[in-house]
């Protein structure tokens, strides 16, 4: 994990955003939601793979737009 993806400004937005892929996901499987023990452990299965996904395509898009700013913090290593 990057320094930069351990900042709340960077990690806050990707983990609503793949809560709400997730929940969307699983509407749109028609999976109910019961709150019970299965459907927790198939949203987690769900939501953190979505989340380390979202993060790598924000990380590669912030090397495009700002290549300077991640060569500064790969050199702070």
Do not use: H, Y
């Not at 806050?12 to 996901?25: D, E, I, K, N, R």
């Not at 996904?53 to 913090?73: C, D, H, M, R």
């Amino acid at each position: 994990m990057s320094p930069i993806e351990r900042k709340w400004w960077f990690a806050m937005p990707v983990m609503f955003l793949a809560m709400g892929a997730t929940l969307w996901l699983l509407d749109c499987a028609q999976v109910p939601r019961t709150f019970s023990l299965a459907w927790i452990n198939i949203f987690s299965l769900c939501c953190v793979p979505l989340q380390r996904s979202l993060s790598f395509l924000l990380w590669i898009l912030l090397l495009w737009l700002a290549p300077g700013l991640a060569v500064k913090k790969l050199a702070q290593r």
